[in-house]
Each structure stands twice: as structure tokens, then as C-alpha cells.
């Protein structure tokens, strides 16, 4: 079984030695508060960043104080979910038990990473904003970009190479890249690019926090690089630009032939970028026992349901959150190795909605209705839309049809206590494990969206990877008439 808890790394954050960081006002300047010798005193599990300022500071910032009381006021239907962006307390975990839902979801942060936010736009009607007006802004020159490059793939080497060189040697950039992404040996070869390969910043996934560091994050490869990029970030995420160099990419818009142009309008600001939402998801270990026995809980059912337990479940003094992840596809229960049909609980907010038996269900963000969800039969969503999808796998019921539900609401999977076999849980297709009676899987809808840097626009993107990676709607046209008299459903 896996677990989100990952021992801390007794080694920092790997940073090269160039004397002092640079500052994000302007990229050639020293900074006496980046030295790297408080980053080798600091004990925590987080190192010590190459990046401006502390949380702590960013919270405090006038400017993004007055923008949030300006949305509190605006929105008085949503004031118990919101907080300043940035805030270290989880809004759902401070909420009381029995949470007021609203039908458009958590409002979503407007900051990604230290220096990237959305122009405000005053006009917006609760927190959907009009697509046209999601721009990209800096507060702050972006300095720190991560590049997330696919292994195991020979032909992204010279492409992440150049844009190394390119972004340290041309635009004056602290460059963060995984560890074992740098210890490449074709990379180790190239005395060439020894120079460059020097200036890195090396991590490692699980042991490093990178999560206040890095401004902008740019991806070489195919749609699997944004879900990993995805991962690294449980929070707030940076702006994310993806270059089409895998297999599909649907996610992926841009080109990389011209990537030096692409780049160059993206630090400039003012880029469109598409909100996509993301799912919270909790795993919980015996946190429920179906007894078959009238409740032996001091709790009646109406008490059950405020505190969020379904009719005929008890609470346990045993219950353990074993893991806790922002997914940005979908989540899949399925039934594993075994040849008989799931049977899973689904429920809404608390309540039964649905037995699913079948080979599993899917719970997808619009973002992940083109993915596994649209292979087994969903509509395909935009990723603007504020929603969640609910998708059986081979359902064994004629009835079963996929269905869409509001962002706001949580649901809650459990195995049936009829079930005769466990399911099997994924996440993004990672961190695979079983679940058992007693376990439950709570799902809602995420504060921290995944802000995609666009290549035209929102709408047009998306339109473009439906034609271009699905062929959707492709067939061969129909030919006119060369003759319309000859219509036989023509008047005489």
C-alpha cells in the first residue's frame, strides 16, 4: 500500500553553486537573502528555495488581500469557503461537519506559484469567469522554471538541451530538472553541455518540495508530462506550457519549432490559459464497518448524515486518512485481478445514489472526460465547465448511463457489504492499491486548479485537439446533387 507520507530526504534540495540566486525584479541581480548556506542549516522537510520572499510574505500582500476581500464581498453565498490564496489551512478542512455545498464548486485559486495569477475581472458572475478574460499575469518577472522532460525517450534529448541552454544561457533563468532527468548519461556525454548541465537545479519526486519555488512550468513530451507535473503540485500550481513532443497530446497545444517565440510571449504576460479543474480525493482505512446490525451508535441516522456518514454506517476510532492527492484526470475503481463484477456504493453528499456492479466506475474531471471516461462511453466535457463525471466501466445494466454531477457536491465510494471481492483504485493511473470493506474513497472537487498556458485560445485549443488527436466528427462529405430536379423529394 502506498502512502502520502514520504520520509524526509536528509539531503537539500540540490542547487548549483553561482555565487547567489537572482532576484525576480530583474534577472541579473544578486540576492543576499538566497545564499545557499541557510539552505544547508534548514531541517525541515522542505528546503530551503531559490525563490523571493516566504509564504508568510505573500499572504500578506496588499494587493492580493484587497483582491480577495473584494471576491468575499462580491460573493456573500460563498464567504465560509473562502480564504486568502496562498492560506496553509485546507477551506473544506475548517469548514464545520455539515458543509453548505454550492453548485459551482470551491472557488479556485487565482494565484499559481509565487509570481503568476489571473487579471481580475470584476464582472465575473460567482467564480465563472468569462473564458475571453482568463489571462495570464506576472506580479513579478518570472525567474525559476521547471522543466519536466518524458524519460526513456532518446529523441527529447537535443530538444530539452536547447531549451536549457536557451532559457539559462538567453533569458537569464534558474532552471529546476529531476535528478534522474540530469543524471542522463547522454547528458553526462556531452561535454558541451557540461556548462549548462552545472547550472541546474536538481529535485527528487517525493523527497523534495519544489512547491514555492518554481514560477513557470514547461513540459517536453506528451499528455502524461502535464499529469506528472500535476502531481509535484498538492497546492497552488504554476502556469504550465506543454510542448508537443509524445504520442498524442491532447493537452499538449504548443509546437516546439517555435518555442523561443512561444516562451518569449509568455514571460511578456497577457497569454490565455485554461482553468482545469481538479479532483481532491481522500483515501480512509476502516474508517466505516457495515454490521448488518441495527446502529449501535449513540448517533441517530439524521445526526449520521450531518457528520457526513452515510445510513447504516458507524464511525470508528480506527479510521486513518492513508492518503490524500490532487488528481487532474480521473480516479478509476475497478476490480483488479479478480473475475467477479465490482460492486461499489456510490454515494452524493451522503446519501445512496447508486450500487454500480460492473468492472468498475470512473470519477473524471472535464479535463479527464477525453481520457479513460470517453473510452467507456462519457460525453466530452470543456475543461471551463465546472462539473464532475461519473462513468461506469461495463456496467452490467442496460440503464447505466454516465452522468455529470456539480462541481460543489463530494462523493463517497465504498465497497457494497455484499461485495464479494475488494477493488482496486487508481489515481491519474498511479499509486495503484486495494480497498477493502471498511474503506471508503471520498472525492470532491479541488481549490487548486492546473492553469494550461493556451496557444491560441480556450476554445479553440480544445476544439483543435478534439479534430486533430481524436478525429472527432471526421468523415467523408457528402457531394451535392449535380442535378437538384432529380431529388425525389422535390415538388413537381
Aim: hydrophobic share 35%.
Amino acid at each position: 500500500m502506498e502512502n502520502s507520507e514520504i520520509s524526509p530526504s536528509s539531503k537539500p534540495l540540490a542547487v548549483p553553486d553561482r555565487g547567489m540566486a537572482r532576484t525576480s525584479g530583474s534577472p541579473g541581480q544578486l540576492s543576499e537573502s538566497a545564499r545557499p548556506s541557510k539552505h544547508r542549516e534548514h531541517s525541515s522537510k522542505s528546503p530551503k528555495r531559490w525563490c523571493e520572499g516566504k509564504r508568510s510574505q505573500r499572504r500578506g500582500d496588499g494587493h492580493e488581500q484587497l483582491l480577495w476581500e473584494i471576491e468575499r464581498r462580491r460573493l456573500p453565498v460563498q464567504n465560509e469557503h473562502l480564504e486568502p490564496s496562498g492560506s496553509a489551512s485546507d477551506t473544506a478542512e475548517s469548514s464545520p461537519k455539515r458543509r453548505a455545498h454550492f453548485l459551482h464548486g470551491p472557488y479556485p485559486a487565482t494565484h499559481f506559484g509565487p509570481k503568476a495569477c489571473i487579471l481580475p475581472n470584476p464582472t465575473s458572475v460567482m467564480h465563472i469567469q468569462d473564458p475571453a478574460s482568463q489571462r495570464l499575469t506576472w506580479n513579478k518577472p518570472p525567474v525559476n522554471v521547471l522543466v519536466i522532460r518524458k524519460i526513456r525517450d532518446e529523441s527529447l534529448v537535443e530538444p530539452f538541451k536547447e531549451l536549457c541552454r536557451f532559457l539559462v544561457e538567453e533569458k537569464q533563468m534558474m532552471v529546476y530538472v529531476e535528478r534522474r532527468v540530469a543524471d542522463d548519461a547522454s547528458l553526462s556525454k556531452d561535454e558541451a553541455f557540461g556548462s549548462i548541465r552545472n547550472q541546474l537545479c536538481t529535485f527528487r519526486e517525493g523527497f523534495d518540495d519544489i512547491s514555492d519555488c518554481i514560477d513557470l512550468i514547461i513540459c517536453l513530451g506528451g499528455d502524461g508530462t502535464l499529469l506528472y507535473a500535476s502531481s509535484l503540485f498538492q497546492g497552488s500550481v504554476p502556469p504550465v506550457m506543454a510542448f508537443h513532443l509524445g504520442s498524442l497530446g491532447f493537452l499538449t497545444p504548443f509546437k516546439f519549432e517555435s518555442y523561443k517565440t512561444e516562451i518569449a510571449k509568455v514571460f511578456e504576460g497577457n497569454a490565455a490559459i485554461t482553468l482545469r479543474s481538479r479532483l481532491k480525493v481522500k483515501v480512509v482505512k476502516d474508517m466505516l464497518q457495515r454490521t448488518g446490525q441495527p446502529l449501535h451508535s449513540q448517533d441517530t441516522p439524521q445526526q449520521q448524515e450531518q457528520n457526513g456518514l452515510p445510513h447504516g454506517h458507524t464511525n470508528s476510532d480506527a479510521s486513518k486518512v492513508t492518503l490524500q492527492l490532487q488528481v487532474l484526470n480521473e480516479v478509476v475503481v475497478d476490480r483488479g485481478p479478480s473475475s467477479y463484477l465490482s460492486n461499489v456504493d456510490l454515494y452524493l453528499d451522503g446519501r445512496l445514489i447508486t450500487s454500480v456492479q460492473g468492472d468498475g466506475v470512473i470519477v473524471s474531471t472535464p479535463t479527464g472526460s477525453t481520457a479513460y471516461a470517453a473510452a467507456a462511453g462519457a460525453s466530452m466535457i470543456h475543461p471551463n465547465v465546472p462539473a464532475i463525471m461519473v462513468t461506469p466501466i461495463c456496467p452490467h445494466s442496460l440503464s447505466f448511463r454516465p452522468i455529470v454531477v456539480p462541481a460543489g457536491v463530494e462523493l463517497m465510494i465504498t465497497l457494497c457489504p455484499d461485495a464479494r471481492n475488494t477493488a482496486w483504485v487508481s489515481f491519474d493511473g498511479r499509486k495503484r492499491q486495494e480497498i477493502q470493506h471498511g474503506d471508503c474513497i471520498k472525492i470532491t472537487t479541488s481549490c487548486y486548479p492546473v492553469p494550461s498556458i493556451c496557444c491560441h485560445d480556450l476554445v479553440y485549443d480544445w476544439f483543435e485537439s478534439l479534430a486533430q488527436c481524436l478525429h472527432w466528427n471526421v468523415r467523408k462529405r457528402q457531394e451535392r446533387l449535380a442535378d437538384v430536379s432529380d431529388s425525389s423529394d422535390t415538388e413537381s
